[in-house]
């Protein structure tokens, strides 16, 4: 039972769940009114997330879900153009899955980075 409090009165579902809930309806012998009564929503509301689904715009990725990426620390910087071997340099590396690769020193601004980011995801 969910017990809706507050000036909002719809329900947020995460993508897995509305994946859980096609799944179950996508079962042999399943039928979507009884679905949709058991999860209490309606036949329409299971149906969009249907088409959705087919659309490739419901993935387990929701865009508005953080994602976690592999990250590696690491001691050794190697020397960037001009600095000497020496030269210790602290420095963030950002690699994005699409190969852009973003480096900014330790120092960095965290607004700032945080813009450049989000112009990158666009």
């Known amino acids: 039972m969910e017990i809706i409090t507050g000036v909002e009165r719809r329900r947020r579902w995460r993508a897995e769940e509305k994946l859980r809930v096609l799944a179950e309806a996508a ?3 399943a039928r979507t009114s009884e679905v949709a009564r058991r999860h209490d929503i309606s036949g329409g509301l299971l149906w969009y997330w249907r088409r959705q689904l087919r659309q490739g ?9 953080p994602v976690f990426l592999p990250l ?20 963030i ?24 980011l989000s112009v990158l995801r666009r």
């Open 72 to 91: 590696q620390v690491s001691d050794a910087v190697p020397p960037g153009p001009g600095a000497s071997a020496g030269a210790t340099d602290p420095r």
């Open 57 to 65: 715009r419901l993935s387990v990725t929701d865009p508005r879900e």
């Open 93 to 116: 590396e950002i690699a994005l899955p699409d190969g852009t690769l973003v480096r900014v020193g330790a120092d960095v601004d965290a607004a700032a980075l945080r813009r450049v």
């Open 27 to 29: 079962q042999p012998g």
